[in-house]
């Protein structure tokens, strides 16, 4: 598996493009960028990370660093308005925590953190399944769009980038953080050699290999 064919499971999985996903690949040396989250912020998103890759027989979220790895790719890839909203849905982390069981997130159990993680991952498809809905035009809309492009053909290029930037719909936080809890872990070197199979150097190409029930290829 490699990161296209890991970004088109996440967008699968989330029902959304990845966020951030155009600085994807000017983003190294995760471990040694600074990032504009507190250590409690980073313990909270790796605790919101392993609600949802729990350790099991094979290493969890986080084994994997994921909430270190989060921290610095928000900081490090997305737009100062995707930061915005993933600050602002980590403190409503908190705020829903302490609505339905009057305690923080990291106050809660295994269990109440789970059920808040699975409303808010209904919550998140949800919205994601409205946006694609908003943002598909009818075909008479479709024509419209494609006769004033055509007309606006010599408009300003940064303007209308900017325009286009200023109406851009945002996700719902919870898809940002599953988007960077699958990512980071699957791309980590727990999760390509613990969870997935890894091999440095892969062989000749077998394209009829038999199959026995075994992990997906990191490489």
Known sequence: MNRRELLKLIALTT???????????????????????SDDDVQRLNELAETILPKTDTPGAKDAGVGEFMAVFVSACYTPTERETFHLGLAQLDTRSRAAYESDFMGLSGEQRLAL??????????????????EQPTSAEAQSTETQTAQNQTADTQGSQQQADSVEALPHHFTMMKQLTLFGFFTSEVGAKE?????????????????NGEPAWAT
Do not use: W
Request: charged share 25%.
């Open 15 to 37: 029902g959304t493009a990845m966020i951030g996903g155009k600085s994807l690949f000017a983003f190294s040396d995760a471990g040694q960028a600074e990032h504009l989250f």
């Open 117 to 134: 993680v699975t409303e808010l991952d209904r919550e998140a498809m949800m919205h994601a399944r409205e946006q694609t809905n908003r």
């Open 195 to 211: 969870v997935l199979r890894y091999e440095a150097v892969p062989g000749r190409y077998d394209g009829c290999a038999p199959y």
